[in-house]
């Protein structure tokens, strides 16, 4: 018995086919299973968040917070001899002060003189 070529290429082929139908099939499956892991890990941080979202909510009610804050803060209502305006601060030198750019302006006539919210100038 006598085999032709073309029956032998396409045997070569026809088996070239199963192998690469084995490969997809064997990789679909590990794609499965990589996604089923997700899916699950997916579920568990969902629940993960439900639990933390229900401590926050239990945590930050109003009347828990009002009482720590009693408890552990020494806070009490401000009155009226608490408030003062800016100006009323003393001007103390700071490591924030605008330094002046060069030592060039120390020959001037005048200083440049900064001034502040309240309205109050602070010359340098």
Same mark, same amino acid.
């Given at each position: 018995m006598i085999i032709r070529p073309a029956t032998i290429v396409w045997v070569v082929l026809l088996m070239a086919a199963a192998f690469g139908l084995y490969m997809?099939?064997? $990789?679909?499956q590990a794609v499965k299973?990589?996604?089923?892991?997700?899916? $699950?890990?997916?579920r568990e941080e969902k629940q993960n968040l439900h639990v933390l979202k229900a401590e926050w909510t239990y945590l930050t009610r109003p009347e828990r917070l009002r009482e720590l804050s009693a408890k552990y803060l020494p806070l009490k209502p401000m009155n009226g001899q608490q408030l003062a305006d800016f100006g009323s601060l003393p001007v103390t030198a700071s490591t924030n002060a605008v330094q002046p750019a060069s030592d060039d302006e120390?020959?001037?006539p005048e200083a440049p003189s900064v001034t502040l919210v309240s309205g109050a100038t602070h010359a340098r």
């Open positions: 997809v099939k064997f $990789k679909v299973v990589e996604v089923a892991a997700t899916e $699950k890990h997916l120390e020959g001037s």
